[in-house]
C-alpha cells in the first residue's frame, strides 16, 4: 500500500515538472501577444500619465494589460541590459513619463521627435509602463 502511495507521488512529481519544463520552454516561446495585430486604446503620453496620476484603480482597469497606442514627444533612448531599445515619452510631468521597452530589432528614434508607440500597458510604477512596444507613426 506505501508503495502505491510513494510511485503515485512520484508520478505527479515528475508529471508536474514535465508540465512546467514544456510551459517555460516550449509554449511560452511561440505564444505571444503580437500587440500588431491588437486594436489598441489611442491616447496622449500626458493624458495616459494624468490619468493614472489622478485615479490609479481606474487607470488600471482601463489600460492594464491592454494594447495602447501612445503618442507624445520622446525626452530619451536608452539600451538595456537585454540590448533592447528603451524609450521615454514625456507625460507632461517632470516625475512621471511614459516609459516604452522595444521589441527587438526596432530603429531607435530621435530625441526630440513625436512619435506613436504601440505597447501592452504594464501599469504605473512612477512612469506608465508599456512593453513589446513597436512605432507605429
Not at 86 to 95: I, M, Q, S, Y
Request: glycine share 6%; hydrophobic share 45%.
Amino acid at each position: 500500500m506505501k508503495k502505491k502511495i510513494i510511485l503515485s507521488i512520484v508520478a505527479l512529481v515528475i508529471v508536474a515538472v514535465i508540465g512546467t519544463w514544456y510551459y517555460v520552454f516550449i509554449y511560452s516561446k511561440t505564444h505571444h501577444r503580437n500587440v500588431a495585430n491588437e486594436k489598441a486604446i489611442a491616447i496622449s503620453a500626458k493624458q495616459i500619465v494624468n490619468d493614472f496620476q489622478v485615479n490609479e484603480s481606474a487607470a488600471d482597469a482601463k489600460y492594464l494589460n491592454k494594447a495602447v497606442e501612445v503618442t507624445g514627444e520622446v525626452a530619451e533612448t536608452k539600451t538595456d541590459q537585454v540590448g533592447n531599445i528603451t524609450v521615454t515619452l514625456k507625460g507632461g510631468d517632470a516625475f512621471a513619463s511614459v516609459f516604452c521597452t522595444l521589441k527587438p530589432g526596432s530603429t531607435q528614434p530621435v530625441v526630440g521627435k513625436n512619435i506613436s508607440i504601440k505597447g501592452i500597458c504594464n501599469g504605473f510604477l512612477s512612469d506608465v509602463v508599456l512593453n513589446e512596444c513597436i512605432i507605429t507613426q
